[in-house]
């Protein structure tokens, strides 16, 4: 706390700390169902992985278990106008995925398998009918997985839209203000910063990668795991694809906007430190992921790199959600840590809402009992 500064209090039904897309869907829907909302972010609105990721919205990439949760996710995606009251340029595109080997090949049909019997529309196409669809591929492509439901969004505007609805619904949103701790206070929770402390009868923890940090004030050891990914986008170009372009290893995220730049992604890691802050990025792997890139839309030789940042992705030990009540705590929720989780976020974050106005969720949630590991001073009482 800044000396001399008293700090404001505020009293609320609810507190979401972390206004990435997860926080501020589930801050959105709770502040619509009638709660008094507070929105707490040390940044802005969704500028973490929430407003720099690569903006696929894509079923090949997603977890086979989490595809009708992305199905959903994807269409809220490509109708904000109605719920979120602004257009994020989220366009439906199909999306293809490719095989150059036989390994990869094998690993694409057994994705797509995976993925079909969880409702995504996937199937196999041969060489030619992937160059059809799409005539910029490379040729010596041996199998393409192809599903017509996948599509993009522009992620830096995400931001400026949830501002707008989170405003319109009531929600207090505070920017700009780490939450340093969060402190048990009889049938409720005070959440501290230093301009303001929030007291709220309920606290949602939706941290992306600084969840481990911020289950910790509560007393509970999640370990989560950071995956720093690199982006690269091109100068405007001719058209030389429609649809969104990955490989079946995951290691390609590929599209074009209607501006003509080429969005370059794919998971290819750099450096970086989530609790000490900062990023950099490993040249070799921004080469890897180019070259993979113009091995699979070869006219990508003809453009250049104009600029390329680093975003910070989070997955628990088991790299599936963790969604739901915290074990051991009268209503404290989180909600974080999803795989393809920009896709699924819209989605994700209405269904936690739903489980704290009291609504049965549409579809189960991820129990974060299972993560929880004994404390390190429960360990040594122990042995
Ligand atoms: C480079 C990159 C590319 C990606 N590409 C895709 C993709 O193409 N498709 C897809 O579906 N998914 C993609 N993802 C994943 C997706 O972006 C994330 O799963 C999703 O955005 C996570 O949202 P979140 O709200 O959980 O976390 P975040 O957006 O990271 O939000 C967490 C928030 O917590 C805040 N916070 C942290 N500490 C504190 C504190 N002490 N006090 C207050 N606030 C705090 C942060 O400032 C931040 O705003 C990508 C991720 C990255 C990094």
Same mark, same amino acid.
Request: proline share 5%.
């Given at each position: 706390?800044?000396?001399?500064?008293?700090?404001?209090?505020?009293?609320?039904?609810?507190?979401?700390?972390?206004?990435?897309?997860?926080?501020?869907?589930?801050?959105?829907?709770?502040?619509?169902?009638?709660? =008094?909302?507070?929105?707490?972010?040390?940044?802005?609105?969704?500028?973490?992985?929430?407003?720099?990721?690569?903006?696929?919205?894509?079923?090949?990439?997603? !977890?086979?278990?989490?595809?009708?949760?992305?199905?959903?996710? =994807?269409?809220?995606? $490509?109708?904000?106008?109605?719920?979120?009251?602004?257009?994020?340029?989220?366009? /439906?595109?199909?999306?293809?995925?490719?095989?150059?080997?036989?390994?990869?090949?094998?690993?694409?049909?057994? !994705?797509?398998?995976?993925?079909?019997?969880?409702?995504?529309? +996937?199937? +196999?196409?041969?060489?030619?009918?992937?160059? =059809?669809?799409?005539?910029?591929?490379?040729? /010596?492509?041996?199998?393409?997985? *192809?599903?017509?439901?996948?599509?993009?969004?522009?992620?830096? $505007?995400?931001?400026?839209?949830?501002?707008?609805?989170?405003?319109?619904?009531?929600?207090?949103? @505070?920017?700009?203000?780490?939450?340093?701790?969060?402190?048990?206070?009889?049938?409720?929770?005070?959440?501290?910063?230093?301009?303001?402390?929030?007291?709220?009868? !309920?606290?949602?923890?939706?941290?992306?990668?600084?969840?481990?940090? &911020? $289950?910790?004030?509560?007393?509970?050891?999640?370990?989560?795991?950071?995956?720093?990914?690199?982006?690269?986008?091109?100068? #405007?170009?001719?058209?030389? &694809?429609? /649809?969104?372009?990955?490989?079946?290893?995951?290691?390609?995220?590929?599209?074009? *906007?209607?501006?003509?730049?080429?969005?370059?992604?794919?998971?290819?890691?750099?450096?970086?430190?989530?609790?000490?802050?900062?990023?950099?990025?490993?040249?070799?792997?921004? @080469?890897?992921?180019?070259? $993979?890139?113009?091995?699979? +839309?070869?006219?990508?030789?003809?453009?250049?790199?104009?600029?390329?940042?680093?975003?910070?992705?989070?997955?628990?030990?088991?790299?599936?959600?963790? @969604?739901?009540?915290?074990?051991?705590?009268?209503?404290?929720?989180?909600?974080?840590?999803?795989? /393809?989780?920009?896709?699924?976020?819209?989605?994700?974050?209405?269904?936690?809402?739903? #489980? @704290?106005?009291?609504?049965?969720?549409?579809?189960?949630? *991820?129990?974060?009992?299972?993560?929880?590991?004994?404390?390190?001073?429960?360990?040594?009482?122990?042995?």
């Amino acid at each position: 706390m800044t000396p001399g500064l008293a700090q404001e209090t505020v009293d609320v039904d609810v507190a979401v700390v972390g206004a990435g897309a997860m926080g501020a869907t589930v801050a959105l829907h709770l502040a619509r169902g009638g709660m =008094r909302t507070a929105l707490v972010d040390r940044g802005e609105i969704c500028r973490e992985a929430s407003g720099v990721n690569a903006g696929t919205l894509t079923l090949h990439m997603t !977890r086979a278990a989490l595809i009708p949760y992305a199905m959903k996710g =994807r269409e809220l995606w $490509l109708t904000t106008e109605r719920w979120l009251g602004m257009d994020v340029v989220a366009r /439906s595109a199909p999306g293809l995925s490719l095989a150059f080997t036989p390994a990869e090949r094998d690993m694409l049909e057994k !994705r797509a398998e995976a993925r079909t019997a969880m409702g995504a529309p +996937i199937r +196999i196409l041969t060489p030619a009918e992937a160059c =059809r669809i799409e005539p910029g591929l490379n040729a /010596s492509l041996l199998a393409a997985a *192809f599903c017509e439901l996948d599509g993009h969004v522009t992620a830096y $505007l995400t931001g400026r839209a949830y501002r707008q609805a989170l405003r319109a619904a009531g929600v207090a949103i @505070i920017e700009r203000m780490a939450v340093e701790q969060i402190d048990r206070l009889g049938q409720g929770y005070r959440v501290r910063g230093a301009r303001q402390v929030v007291r709220a009868r !309920r606290v949602v923890l939706a941290g992306g990668v600084w969840l481990e940090t &911020m $289950l910790a004030w509560l007393g509970l050891r999640v370990p989560v795991k950071c995956l720093i990914n690199q982006l690269v986008v091109t100068e #405007r170009m001719r058209p030389v &694809m429609r /649809s969104v372009v990955g490989i079946a290893s995951g290691l390609l995220s590929l599209k074009q *906007f209607e501006n003509g730049t080429v969005l370059i992604g794919g998971g290819w890691q750099g450096l970086g430190d989530p609790v000490r802050g900062g990023v950099q990025a490993v040249p070799e792997n921004l @080469i890897g992921n180019i070259q $993979l890139a113009r091995h699979a +839309i070869p006219a990508l030789g003809e453009t250049r790199v104009v600029r390329i940042w680093l975003g910070l992705e989070s997955e628990t030990a088991d790299a599936m959600p963790m @969604i739901g009540a915290l074990p051991g705590l009268d209503e404290a929720y989180v909600i974080g840590c999803v795989h /393809s989780g920009y896709t699924s976020a819209p989605y994700m974050g209405r269904l936690l809402a739903d #489980r @704290i106005l009291g609504r049965e969720p549409e579809m189960p949630l *991820f129990d974060p009992t299972r993560l929880v590991q004994a404390a390190p001073n429960a360990v040594e009482e122990m042995t």
